[in-house]
């Protein structure tokens, strides 16, 4: 990884919301969607940022985005004319100037285009409010979008309901590439797909990030997808990032529990492939009422006294290995592809189960 | 056995692919045929609005106490074989016990009807004096009349003070429901976009206004109107009275709009565009509920009319000599009238056209309003 | 070779739409052997839940079964056709719930939010007592409850004597799957039907449900039609597979065969564009040129051959490949293995 400069630091992002109750909606309490994360997206790389639902992950993505305001942190930015800005506590109209050099692509293709208006309004929308009026340009430029996303540019005053979900995607990238962003922030732009229409948007996503050079955090489900994509694979579970490595390490050698849990937990689309006795017990914590020390303990095979009582740090334990975890140094888990390894305490056999023998 | 793909030319899936959402919705709802044929009467019944004076037959004010409760005469298309439409003559006897006029048709005498005839003067739209009606009596002598729907009890046209009676009567429910949908658009937009304290005050004004009793807040309302009044003051007023009471429904269902658009995709990428507050309204949320807030407001209309026309039969409304369907029905109150002359009793069954018709056609257009369903 | 528990032939459902025919489900056939988990996989509009409805017998309107047959083997060793029984039927009723059984991908929307999650297990359980115990005492209340007790523990959740209260939506959604999988399960159908149970679930919630379903299948040698979109899944799970494309039997056979033999263009080209955790990062995947057709614009003759790589000009784009079998449980409808089929006139 070359040591480029970041594009965006994320530094102790927090997100609560209230939960309220009664007639007077009192607010009695609180849920920590996201709970002090840190992280940062170097120019031009791909972040990927992973975990279950209600790990807290598009949270995250909103408040980079500013679609919602953090409760407290800080979101600094490297806008285009080299200034450091922090996003977070803008206001609207503060925003607005900065807004072109941030984009999003959505899940939904569905949703995500305006039914009423043309595809060239809709891809055009961003240009005309960032003040290309002249309409001659701006088909011009809509024409271009449209070719480098794979689309016929003839086809650009058909409306959203002529295109199939693929195609509205492309649309979708079209027009989140139409202000030459910086940042590119895409929240499961693959999963509402068809698979073979999923490659498809992969392909494109990757071809148009070498050729634009475009730094881009993608937000999935799927590990098999972030694998695919990610120069560097983030991990989230209950509001809190537990992992943080290249993705060639967290893949080969995962050095916390969950993130080796939910990789054995992808089906993987071969018979011979074992398929692993239960992977993890339980089910994801509540956030609204996360259990006491480590957030994964009552689900972990190699949970000890310490993981009960004391949240671990989240600590480097190789260069640019990020894990919170107390037993990070002792245990030795399973990657992808990864032969068996016997960790401290722990044992991994070859189906993928994990035995505790503490 | 072979499988052929069902034949869609090229061009019809153009046509689809470029179509806007106001063609779909109309695409959709030209299968309603029932909504659709509707749709045409209430096309007539406002072209009747426009120019009143130009489909009645006589002055709907003027009186005569001789030619009290004339029966309906009957229209026949045909004079023998020629397509000839007339009416017969009506003689007229008082009846020396009872006192009453009573009418014996007399079908040798014929009087031919005809179209674009000239009577009393008017200005059609308001604007160009003539004296052109669309049907009327072509007689020799000027005496024999045209009485299509009979008269009342002080000898006016039935006919034409039906067309007239249309006029307030379809007026006001249109007023009152734009009125309406200007309020609910407002209050219910500012509710629902601006959450917080604003939605808080505003649902609760909705759900004082819904939990008064209407009869008596409008019978308190229009009894406080001042008896000076000119004819266009009180029709005002009443328009006013019955959309403040009537925008709840229309506020709360686009605040609802509201609440669901601000969650969707389109929107947040009109934002993150850097679009501002007032576009995204504007150009965004706007547009997709206005096909549904049109289908609300049809289907809010005959509750307005049939509002006006319940006012006015009370005696508070729309006051005489102002004609509405609801004074119309007013001389149709007692039981007697009805009796003896059942035909009073036609602008009901106006009412009862109208009001279906604007519930099919609201129908239609709600089944129509989103063409993105399924 | 057993007898087949379930048997589809030639199965075709017609959607009759106002913008025209959608041919759903076009010749569908496949055969489920008792105690085999059945797989079918494909993509969106492929036909894959319509085929699942059409078992149930509970296409809606303006769907229609319009040709084919359901074979569904009873216990007493006549065969019955589905298709010719009346949808709301008793004898349909009888089978529906009891013999083949359905879990859907949603169980949110399968649970009703007003009676608690064991109420209504209850009900089915008494619904369906004559076929335990055609004849004896009814089942009382109390002991329906203890057995729906017994179920819950068999499905993995923990605490089932208070968790049998709760009304669907105070469960997570692994444990309302799981709830449903006992509900699916409390008839001890024969056939239990999967329509994408995992979809809706996290991928850890995932795997315990596929594990959970793997071992019921084993305990109770129920067969299992699993429809899913997921090819991941479908190799964890199934040991036959059907893929579908666009209301059409693409290929069929042996889970082994299938991922590592596929011989469909379409199976193939599939295989190989999804992203897998073996595959090097950050390389272009292979993939299918194209899109899903609309359902109502599909292509003459083979539905895949605009998108196919190896379609052989003026034969697939004309007629219709037959499924022809290649090899020992192998079966392919395409042209590139009946060379004979396609150069006839």
């Known amino acids: 990884m070359s040591a480029t400069r970041w594009l965006l ?20 309490g609180a849920v920590a969607a996201v709970d002090d994360v840190s992280f940062t997206i170097r120019e031009g790389e791909t972040l990927g940022l992973v975990g279950e639902s209600g790990c807290g992950k598009t949270t995250t993505a909103r408040c980079i985005l500013r679609a919602m305001a953090p409760t407290s942190g800080e979101i600094l930015f490297r806008a285009a004319d080299g200034r450091v800005v922090d996003l977070a506590p803008l206001s609207r109209a503060e925003l607005r100037p900065l807004r072109p050099q941030i984009q999003m692509v959505f899940q939904d293709p569905f949703g995500s285009l305006n039914p009423r208006m043309t595809i060239f309004d809709n891809v055009g929308e961003p240009l005309l409010v960032n003040g290309l009026r002249d309409r001659r340009a701006r088909l011009e430029r809509v024409a271009d979008l449209l070719e480098l996303t794979g689309l016929r540019p003839e086809h650009m005053h058909r409306f959203p309901h002529a295109f199939s979900g693929g195609q509205r995607q492309r649309i979708g990238i079209a027009r989140a590439l139409a202000t030459e962003p910086r940042l590119v922030v895409a929240d499961e732009p693959v999963s509402a797909l068809d698979v073979s229409v999923q490659a498809q948007v992969l392909n494109l996503l990757l071809e148009l990030q070498q050729r634009l050079h475009l730094t881009l955090l993608f937000v999935a489900h799927d590990l098999a997808v972030v694998k695919h994509i990610s120069d560097r694979v983030a991990v989230m579970y209950v509001g809190q990032l537990v992992e943080l490595a290249t993705a060639e390490a967290i893949f080969r050698h995962p050095r916390h529990p969950y993130t080796a849990a939910l990789m054995r937990a992808v089906p993987v689309p071969d018979p011979h492939a074992p398929s692993g006795d239960v992977a993890l017990a339980g089910e994801v914590a509540n956030p609204a009422n996360p259990p006491a020390g480590c957030y994964f303990h009552p689900r972990c095979p190699f949970t000890i006294e310490a993981c009960r009582t004391e949240a671990p740090p989240l600590r480097e334990i190789e260069a640019g290995h990020f894990v919170r975890c107390h037993r990070a140094d002792e245990l030795v888990l399973a990657g992808v592809g990864a032969e068996p390894a016997r960790g401290a305490h722990g044992v991994v056999d070859s189906r993928g189960s994990q035995r505790e023998d503490v | 056995m072979s499988v052929l793909a069902p034949a869609v030319p090229v061009t019809a899936e153009e046509r689809v692919s470029v179509a806007s959402s106001w063609r779909l919705i109309w695409w959709r709802f030209r299968k309603h045929r029932l909504a659709l044929a509707s749709a045409v009467v209430l096309i007539t019944l406002y072209v009747v609005v426009l120019c009143p004076d130009f489909f009645s037959t006589q002055d709907p004010e003027a009186t005569d106490a001789r030619l009290a409760f004339i029966p309906i005469q009957r229209l026949h298309v045909f004079d023998g074989l020629h397509p000839s439409p007339w009416v017969p003559d009506v003689a007229g006897k008082r009846n020396l016990t009872t006192l009453r006029m009573e009418w014996r048709v007399d079908e040798t005498r014929r009087i031919p009807v005809r179209f674009f005839v000239t009577g009393y003067s008017y200005r059609l739209l308001g604007l160009v004096p003539t004296r052109i009606h669309l049907l009327g009596a072509a007689a020799a002598d000027g005496r024999a009349r045209l009485y299509l729907l009979g008269t009342d009890r002080l000898g006016r046209d039935q006919w034409s003070r039906l067309v007239h009676g249309t006029r307030t009567s379809m007026t006001i429910g249109l007023t009152a429901v734009t009125f309406s949908v200007v309020l609910g658009v407002l209050l219910g937009g500012i509710s629902g976009y601006c959450g917080g304290p604003a939605d808080a005050v505003i649902q609760r004004l909705i759900e004082l206004l819904q939990s008064l009793p209407t009869i008596p807040i409008w019978l308190a309302l229009t009894a406080a109107l001042p008896r000076d009044w000119s004819p266009q003051q009180v029709f005002f007023a009443i328009t006013v009275i019955l959309s403040l009471v009537g925008w709840t429904t229309l506020g709360r269902e686009v605040r609802g709009r509201f609440l669901a658009l601000r969650e969707e995709d389109f929107v947040l990428a009109a934002e993150l565009a850097g679009a501002s507050q007032g576009r995204i309204i504007i150009r965004h949320m706007v547009p997709t509920f206005l096909s549904h807030i049109i289908a609300t407001s049809t289907l809010a209309i005959p509750a307005m009319i049939i509002n006006e026309t319940s006012l006015s039969f009370l005696g508070l409304g729309i006051r005489p000599p102002a004609i509405s369907w609801g004074v119309l029905l007013q001389e149709a109150q007692n039981i007697q009238t009805v009796a003896l002359a059942p035909w009073l009793l036609v602008p009901g069954a106006v009412v009862i056209l109208s009001v279906l018709a604007f519930n099919l056609v609201g129908d239609g257009l709600r089944d129509a309003a989103d063409p993105y369903s399924q | 070779m057993t007898t087949p528990v379930l048997r589809v032939n030639d199965l075709r459902v017609h959607f009759f739409l106002d913008e025209g025919l959608v041919r759903a489900v076009d010749g569908v056939s496949f055969e489920v052997h008792p105690g085999q988990v059945v797989g079918i996989v494909g993509e969106s509009g492929c036909g894959k839940s319509v085929t699942m409805k059409a078992i149930l017998q509970i296409v809606e309107p303006p769907g229609r079964i319009v040709g084919g047959q359901i074979l569904f083997q009873k216990d007493s060793g006549a065969a019955i056709d589905l298709t010719r029984l009346s949808p709301k039927g008793a004898e349909l009723r009888a089978i529906r719930g009891a013999e083949i059984a359905l879990i859907p991908q949603e169980p949110m929307a399968a649970f009703s939010p007003v009676h608690s999650v064991g109420e209504q297990i209850i009900e089915a359980l008494t619904l369906h007592e004559r076929q335990w115990r055609p004849r004896g005492p009814r089942l009382s209340r109390a002991e329906a409850r203890s057995m729906t007790v017994d179920l819950f523990r068999s499905v993995g ?71 899913t979109h997921d090819l991941g899944v479908i190799a964890q799970m199934a040991r036959y597979v059907v893929v579908m494309y666009l209301g059409r039997v693409m290929e069929q ?65 004309e007629r219709v490949p037959a499924l022809r079998p290649i090899g020992s449980t192998q079966l392919a409808s395409c042209f590139l293995y009946n060379r004979d089929e396609a150069s006839e006139p």
Not at chain 3, 167 to 186: D, E, N, P, T, V
Not at chain 3, 287 to 299: D, F, N, Q, V, Y
């Open chain 3, 253 to 317: 056979g042996a889970v082994e065969e299938i991922f590592h033999a596929p011989k469909h263009p379409y199976t193939r080209a599939l295989l190989k564009s999804i992203p897998s955790m073996n595959v090097p990062p950050r390389t272009l995947l292979p993939t299918i040129a194209g899109s899903i057709p609309h359902p109502l614009g599909r292509p003459r003759g083979c539905p895949f051959h605009p998108r196919c790589p190896d379609a052989i000009p003026g034969v697939c784009a």
């Open chain 3, 157 to 227: 959740i923990s605490m089932p004597a208070e968790r049998i209260d709760a009304y669907s939506w105070q469960l997570s959604g692994g444990l309302r799957q799981r709830a449903m999988i006992a509900m699916a399960l409390s008839c001890r159908p024969r056939i239990l039907i999967a329509d994408e149970p995992t979809t809706a679930v996290d991928v850890t919630t995932q795997a315990q449900i596929l594990n959970l379903l793997r071992d019921l299948q084993r305990q109770h040698g129920t067969a299992i039609v699993f429809i």
């Open chain 1, 9 to 28: 630091e994320v530094r102790r992002l927090k997100k609560s919301f209230p939960i309220r109750r009664g007639w007077n909606r009192k607010v009695v």
